[in-house]
């Protein structure tokens, strides 16, 4: 066995943030790298802010910026130059990874301890990827070879000693997108140097029959864990795209992780959520993480007393003239806990400073607030596609007393909900516009986000969690800061009311929180039905979907 001792190691840790922010899983995998290495570099791509430079300073022996250019590959080259390589033969041992995982969930040293077993081996990873027959990749062999995961790579002396090494580093191609780095340097490494006669290992091994996966840690995340004690977990999976979610799993992988990870207090969820929340896209995330709640009409999901949530919410309806306006909003009323504040405001649009004056003092005295659109739209009046929609819409935030009681203890179970909306509608009159839910408002949206300082990632392609129809369950926290601000708040006013709407999930989640969906458990039955309609028929005249599903089983190496 070998003895390597922490000074006898150096690591390189590479990381890239868009805003120059080190959120703390940085700080973590930072504080991890130094107990098994006696010399630390942080590279660096773009820049850093004041205060993340200022708390990686103490935990790093240097950090090392350089232009964002090349990805992580040329990081680890520069950093090889930057550090000379005959200084790096100088270690029994040189780590180097990124940013692209969450951890340590055990101490590194564990894994250490264990490779340290395979005194013959000249560099070794934690996870590999093993052959794929796919021509979906710019590896010049024209499939993918078993190969290292190039996350975390650790080089043994004799290696790093090896001429062999420091000319293929002189000679890697430029690298200028993500399939680059895989194709051209991550998935030709590990081949390119076992041809040679070097020899590798993997700290995790598995039977890929046995397992049912190519990729353990992206799919298997929690068996990754239980089984095989990964010390890291792929930050990917929480905003994977979800139909490489779904020809592995239905998605319930990642919530029995972070469960999993909560109870037995092997990793600080809140670290990830927060992480998430900042860096992607809402609707990546939403999906990850399984964002969607399913509350009962007529059961209690806990025993509180109902005046705890009473002192705890207010109502605000928005109503016309109209008489059947006027009784929504009673019985709207009528189903909030005893001890809510109540707040009609009567031909008051959404958009006025009234409105925004009402919702910030209901924020400001209530830790939670409900808007309920009860008005009455003139050309839906004797439309019974309006009449359910604005019935499922208000259904979904105030059905019964225990519905809202129910709604309060998700957002208490969850402490990053910070906006609940009704699920998009799905008569067929909705239906039609499934693919174009900015319905032309993505440009104003985009213009009003920088106005407003509102830097949070979103695109034309992809839909925020939006109350179409002025329906939703607020935590005050979540708004505060945006409706506090007088002059972002006299910028709302007046802005068209559907530009509105779609600014309230990315508020949301610039200030930390995660907008999500809500429905009852009655009306799930007929959304579940709904969904199931538009799928069965899109399956029959979409001869395109068969082709999808196989297409990406195949870059998966599954087959269906």
């Known amino acids: 066995m070998l003895k390597i001792l922490p000074k006898d190691r150096l690591a390189i840790f590479f990381f890239y943030d868009a805003q120059g922010i080190a959120d703390p899983y940085v700080i973590d995998l930072i504080k991890g790298l130094n107990t098994i290495a006696g010399r630390l570099l942080v590279v660096v791509n773009g820049e850093l802010t004041p205060q993340s430079a200022e708390e990686i300073a103490p935990l790093a022996d240097e950090i090392f910026c350089r232009p964002n250019v090349g990805f992580d590959a040329w990081a680890y080259k520069d950093a090889f130059e930057h550090i000379g390589w005959d200084e790096l033969r100088k270690y029994k041992e040189v780590v180097y990874c990124n940013a692209t995982v969450y951890g340590p969930v055990f101490p590194f040293s564990e894994m250490f301890d264990r490779m340290a077993e395979k005194e013959d081996l000249d560099f070794w990873g934690i996870t590999f990827h093993p052959d794929l027959m796919t021509k979906d990749t710019l590896n ?115 919530p029995a992780l972070l469960d999993y990870l909560r109870d037995n207090k092997l990793y600080d969820t809140g670290i990830i959520y927060r992480n998430i929340i900042r860096t992607s896209n809402q609707a990546d995330f939403i999906d990850a993480l399984n964002f969607r709640c399913i509350v009962p009409e007529n059961a209690r999901l806990t025993k509180k007393p109902e005046a705890d949530y009473g002192a705890r919410t207010a109502l605000i309806t928005l109503q016309d003239s109209s008489e059947e306006s006027r009784a929504r909003a009673e019985e709207a009323a009528a189903h909030m806990p005893r001890g809510a504040e109540i707040i009609p405001l ?87 516009h499934w693919h174009d839910r900015w319905q032309g408002t993505y440009q104003e949206v985009r213009a009003l986000t920088e106005a407003l300082d509102i830097s949070v990632p979103f695109c034309e392609e992809k839909y925020p969690a939006v109350p179409y129809f002025s329906c939703f369950w607020m935590r005050s926290a979540a708004l505060l800061p945006l409706l506090s601000d007088e002059s972002a708040l006299s910028r709302l006013v007046g802005e068209p009311i559907s530009v509105l709407r779609r600014i309230y999930p990315l508020a949301v989640q610039r200030f930390g929180y995660s907008p999500g969906y809500v429905t009852t458990d009655q009306l799930a ?23 999808l599903v196989k297409k990406i089983a195949a870059e998966q190496g599954i087959e269906i």
Not at 409 to 429: I, K, R
Not at 529 to 546: K, P, Q
Request: charged share 20%.
């Open 140 to 254: 010049p062999l024209g499939y993918i070879p078993e190969h290292i995961q190039h996350y975390f790579v650790v080089y043994r002396q004799k290696f790093t000693a090896a001429p062999e090494l420091k000319d293929y580093w002189d000679h890697l191609p430029p690298i200028r997108n993500y399939a680059e780095t895989v194709g051209l340097h991550e998935t030709v490494f590990t081949k390119h140097f076992a041809d040679m006669g070097f020899k590798w290992d993997t700290y995790i091994r598995y039977d890929q029959a046995v397992e049912s996966t190519n990729y353990i840690l992206m799919f298997e995340p929690l068996k990754a864990i239980t089984k095989y004690r990964s010390p890291v977990i792929k930050r990917k999976i929480f905003f994977l795209d979800p139909r490489f979610t779904l020809i592995n799993s239905m998605g319930e992988r990642i």
């Open 346 to 432: 009567t031909n008051v649009p959404d958009n006025t400073e009234e409105f925004f004056q009402q919702l910030k003092k209901a924020a400001r005295e209530r830790e939670f607030v409900c808007v309920c659109n009860c008005a009455v739209v003139a050309e839906r009046r004797h439309s019974t596609s309006g009449k359910s929609l604005a019935t499922s819409q208000i259904r979904a935030l105030l059905a019964t007393r225990k519905t809202v009681c129910n709604i309060i203890d998700s957002f208490d179970a969850q402490p990053f909900y910070g906006l609940l909306v009704p699920m998009y509608p799905l008569t067929l009159e909705f239906g039609a």
């Open 525 to 547: 039955g007929h959304q579940f039905s709904a969904l199931f309609y538009y799928a069965e028929n899109l399956s029959r005249i979409n001869v395109s979907l068969d082709s």
